[in-house]
Each structure stands twice: as structure tokens, then as C-alpha cells.
């Protein structure tokens, strides 16, 4: 399966950015997928996943409550709807798809990578 990420931005701090992970040669249907980011000098880290099915999710703390992870099964979609952004939410947002059966936090757990978006949030 081939990723494709997209929405990242230049955004002010509180605003909201979509970011949206499309699928090609395979639908999502067969994957589970994350949303990674890396911001400049740090480790790659989870910032949220879904399952399958679409019912089970898993966010970083940094984020919950703020960011929300959701399949648009028409359109092949992953999408993460970011809210209240924070300069800290700065970084290169990555999509991955791998296990149908596993919902895994860590990035070996994923067999497929999207090229990353730019997301850049001012203060």
C-alpha cells in the first residue's frame, strides 16, 4: 500500500489543521494506521492510531482531548483533526499503516510510511 499525506501548514497557536492520509493499491480496510510526528531534535513518537475497524483508538497524552484520529472509509482515508494547536505540536507529521492486528505505539510496528507533512505552529 502507497501513503500520502496531506493538510500540513502554517497555523497561529489555538487554531485548528486537518491532516488527511490516503491510501493506494490496498484499502485502509486491512490496516491499522497511526499518525507519527518528529519535531526537530526528538524522536519520532505516536501521536495517534485506529484501528481496522474503525472503534479502537489510542492517542499520546500530549494530545488527547485536542486531536482526533477517524477513517473516511469512501474516501480511503485517515484523517487527524488537530485542535487547540500548540507550538509544541510543531513538527513533520508522518502516516503509517501496518497490522490489521495489532494496535501498536511504536513505529516498528508499522511496515508502511507516507512521506511527511510540514505542520508549523506560531506562538
Known amino acids: 500500500v502507497q501513503l500520502q499525506a496531506s493538510g500540513g501548514g502554517l497555523v497561529r497557536a489555538w487554531a485548528s489543521l486537518r491532516l488527511s492520509c490516503a491510501a493506494s493499491g490496498r484499502t485502509f480496510d486491512d490496516y491499522t494506521v497511526g499518525w507519527f510526528r518528529q519535531a526537530p531534535g526528538k524522536e519520532r513518537e505516536l501521536v495517534a492510531t485506529?484501528?481496522?475497524?474503525?472503534?479502537?483508538?489510542l492517542y499520546a497524552n500530549s494530545v488527547k482531548g485536542r486531536f482526533t484520529i477517524s477513517r473516511d472509509k469512501a474516501k480511503n482515508t485517515v484523517d487527524l483533526q488537530m485542535e487547540s494547536m500548540k507550538p509544541e505540536d510543531t513538527a513533520v507529521y508522518y502516516c503509517?499503516?501496518?497490522?490489521?492486528?495489532?494496535?501498536?505505539?511504536?513505529?516498528?510496528?508499522?511496515?508502511?510510511w507516507g512521506q511527511g507533512t510540514l505542520v508549523t505552529v506560531s506562538s
Open positions: 503509517a499503516a501496518g497490522s490489521k492486528y495489532r494496535l501498536s505505539t511504536s513505529d516498528s510496528g508499522y511496515d508502511y
Open positions: 485506529i484501528d481496522w475497524t474503525g472503534t479502537r483508538t
